[in-house]
């Protein structure tokens, strides 16, 4: 059954030249005719309504039409940039992770500052030929519009999709695809653009992935960088003090693993690194600490399980206990 048309439908009609012509550019005086049926199409140009072309007679699918234009915008708008040598810009997503020394704090190599970035191409540099409607000869589809290059060695297929996406068939066969999803007017001129980009949502990306990169430093917003972190120092009375920042606040001329990791550690591995910490800042044992004592047990919040004693103590009870000695030093 054919969709009738309304004044905002039909936004664009092919010229004398088979030219893709926008309704703003048209003249009275010029014969256009419907890219899906290809019957007259007259242009109504006056002030009051919106301008737009008209079917003369009864008019094609609003599917056909849409369909039709939209890959006939494509291909001039492409062979236009071939001519003229002017870009046609895919926008794609890249994913990019830092490896950066503030990484090795959280001491989880599996833990990474990944995000996902614009990786930009210019679709003219990979692909200078572009046909509408031409069958594969390798592989016997048939694209909407098909960009190969000169040497025939590489080729993409561009798929307008108005109610059928590509199918399964033509993804199957590993050669990038770029599907664009077509409901109006307005998606038809941004084919007409030369920019696309995965961000706009109307265009589906197969067998095209920009590949992965790996940078030292990270740039922008690091994505772990807001993880707690538990940063300590060693006071002149001898005293722990911990510090809680967030990972991209932690100053790396002054600080280490030796004494910042994730807040969120288990008691056993803070009271590991607890002691590889004190080992470092006080050879000598010179404060008695539970900690370092032969007795102390596990750590929690600033108390230990004193075997000696067997009660939770604070850590610095050693000051004052028969019962210290510090355990011969090995990292646990």
Known sequence: MAIQSNPVQYAFALDGDNILTHISEAKRSHSYTCP???????????????KHYRHIEECCSLETYLHKAAKQAFFQCYKHAINTNRPMVLELERSVSCIGPRLGLLGNKAVQCSK?????????????????????????????????????????YIEI?????????????????????????DDIKVLSSGVYSVERGNLSVFNWEPPSRIVEHCSGTCSVGKVEMSVWCLSDSGRLNENIVPL??????VNSKLNSWPKALGAGEVMT?????????????????CIMCKQGGS???????????????????ACQCAAYKVREWRKD
């Open 248 to 253: 991209s606040d932690v100053d790396l001329i």
């Open 161 to 185: 999709c108005v109610t059928h996406p590509c199918t399964q068939e033509k993804i199957d066969t590993g050669i990038p695809i770029l599907e664009f999803k077509v409901q109006s007017a």
């Open 36 to 50: 899906g049926c290809h019957n007259c199409l007259k242009p109504v140009l006056g002030d009051v309504n919106a």
């Open 116 to 156: 996902l970035v614009s990786a930009r191409y210019n679709l003219t540099q990979f692909f200078d030929q572009v046909d509408l409607e031409k069958r594969d000869k390798n592989t016997g589809l048939q694209p909407d519009v098909m960009l190969t290059d000169s040497s025939g060695k590489r080729c993409c």
């Open 273 to 289: 690194n607890l002691r590889t910490f004190l080992h470092h800042v006080d050879p000598q044992t010179l404060y008695p600490n």
């Open 299 to 317: 750590w929690l919040d600033g108390y230990l399980h004193c075997h000696s004693k067997a009660k939770l103590v604070p850590y610095t009870e």
